[in-house]
């Protein structure tokens, strides 16, 4: 505990357990001093979410589907009453596709109403979100999306989230822009894979995990605590010079070209 985040207030979006990115965010947020608010989409993860919310000692726990405007207002209005109309940070660790189109080849699988809900909740959610959080940091504050390495670079069966996650990294320069004179500063974390409810929803996830804990420099899949540790540094005073910027915390994975030779031969 440093202190770092004391009396600082921030929302976090998308825990669904305690596999969750954002579970693993908030954790290290609150072990220094951060105060927390949550969100959660639908009831059955309400339930989930409130006992875990209590263990960072946070009893703000809102409902929140993004596909639906009217209830990210609503949580934003609840919000106001328990922050006082005030926000440091946001965590947005929202993302999802129909499952049956992360599988295959991208060209063969994506249907329009699938693309255009998978761009709504996984990227434009964010813009949403900024819009609103940004009239509550009057004193400046710090916005966090995730993102992954299937932006930038084809990953097999990543399709559509691909496109979204490549919008959406383009939505943090374009944010980070209009937002950097009010002092808000906008960022996104690439995570490498992890086994998360989300995770599991693309095929062969497994191998995508085994290929990366082979080949990655340091030779190993990364922790909640490594994500919680570089979003700790994005969201605190630590990163005040930076913005617009995607961090990778994938292990080293994406400086590299051609898979070991030794592996591949094994
Ligand atoms: P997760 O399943 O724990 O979290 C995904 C969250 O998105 C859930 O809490 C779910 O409720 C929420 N969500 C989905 N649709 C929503 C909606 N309409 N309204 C509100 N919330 C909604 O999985 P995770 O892996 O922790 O995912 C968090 C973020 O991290 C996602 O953006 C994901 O793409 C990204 N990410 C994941 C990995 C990985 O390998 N797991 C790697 C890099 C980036």
């Known amino acids: 505990m440093t202190g770092l985040m004391a009396g600082r207030r921030g929302l976090i979006l998308g825990v669904a357990n305690d596999h969750s990115i954002a579970w693993g965010i908030a954790r290290t947020l609150h072990a220094h001093g951060a105060r927390l608010a949550f969100t959660y989409q639908g ?3 309400g339930r989930r979410v409130a006992p875990l919310a209590a263990k960072l000692d946070s009893d703000v726990v809102l409902p929140c589907d993004v596909e639906d405007i009217a209830s990210v207002d609503a949580a934003f209005a609840a919000l106001d009453d328990r922050f ?3 926000l440091d940070f946001v965590v947005h660790a929202i993302g999802f596709s129909d499952k049956a189109q992360l ?7 994506t249907t329009r109403d699938n693309f255009v809900r998978t761009l709504t909740i996984s990227c434009f959610s964010f813009t949403e979100i900024a819009q609103r959080a940004a009239k509550r940091m009057s004193e400046g504050g710090s916005l966090l999306t995730l993102t992954y390495g299937g932006a930038t670079r084809v990953m097999p069966n990543y399709n559509v989230m691909g496109v979204a996650k490549a919008a959406l990294e ?3 320069r374009y944010l980070a822009s209009d937002l950097g004179p009010d002092g808000i500063r906008v960022n996104a974390l690439s995570a490498g894979p992890m086994r998360t ?8 996830a497994r191998l995508m995990f085994n290929h990366q804990r082979a080949h990655a420099p340091l030779r190993r899949t990364v922790s909640l ?21 995607v961090h990778f915390v994938d292990s080293g994975y994406n400086i590299i070209s051609m898979p070991r030779p030794d592996v591949l031969q094994a």
């Open 103 to 109: 599988k295959g080849r991208y060209v063969d699988v």
């Open 197 to 204: 409810l989300a995770g599991a929803g693309i095929a062969d």
């Open 43 to 45: 009831e059955a993860l």
């Open 225 to 245: 605590d490594d994500v919680g540790g570089s979003a700790l540094y994005l969201l605190s005073p630590l990163s005040g010079g930076v913005t617009g910027e």
């Open 170 to 172: 383009a939505s943090v």
């Open 84 to 86: 006082d109309g005030k």
